[in-house]
């Protein structure tokens, strides 16, 4: 059975710092691409941050650049976000997203943690 589980949410002053988690299981995880997307109060859900199945790569939105930092550690099948300097616009549902484009495209999503910045 798939799972993305995340933690590490909660409620955070401006500029402060979190440290999200997403374990997965259930998947050969060092396989997948894995990122993070966020989804506001009435707003489409956007893609923060995302990491190649190996790690050596990784790609921001340009809102977070600077500020957040996606890795993984592919032996304990987690992908972290590190976020800094935390603005109250950072403030939504994060969510760990799992993707491989081979041998057929497979998405698979968490259940989210909220994220919630403000003084």
């Known amino acids: 059975q798939v799972q993305l589980v995340e933690s590490g949410g909660g409620l955070v002053q401006p500029g402060g710092s979190l440290r999200l988690s997403c374990a997965a299981s259930?998947?050969?995880?060092?396989?997948?691409?894995m990122s993070w997307y966020r989804q506001a109060p009435g707003k489409e859900r956007e893609l923060v941050a995302g990491?190649?199945?190996?790690?050596?790569?990784?790609n921001y939105a340009g809102s977070v650049k600077g500020r957040f930092t996606i890795s993984r550690d592919n032996a304990k099948n987690t992908v972290y976000l590190q976020m800094n300097s935390l603005k109250p616009e950072d403030t939504a549902i994060y969510y760990c997203?799992?993707?491989?484009?081979?041998?057929?495209?497979?998405?698979?999503w968490g259940q989210g943690t909220q994220v919630t910045v403000s003084s």
């Open positions: 990491i190649s199945r190996a790690g050596g790569s990784t």
């Open positions: 997203n799992a993707e491989t484009l081979f041998p057929v495209t497979l998405i698979y």
């Open positions: 259930g998947f050969t995880f060092s396989s997948y691409a």
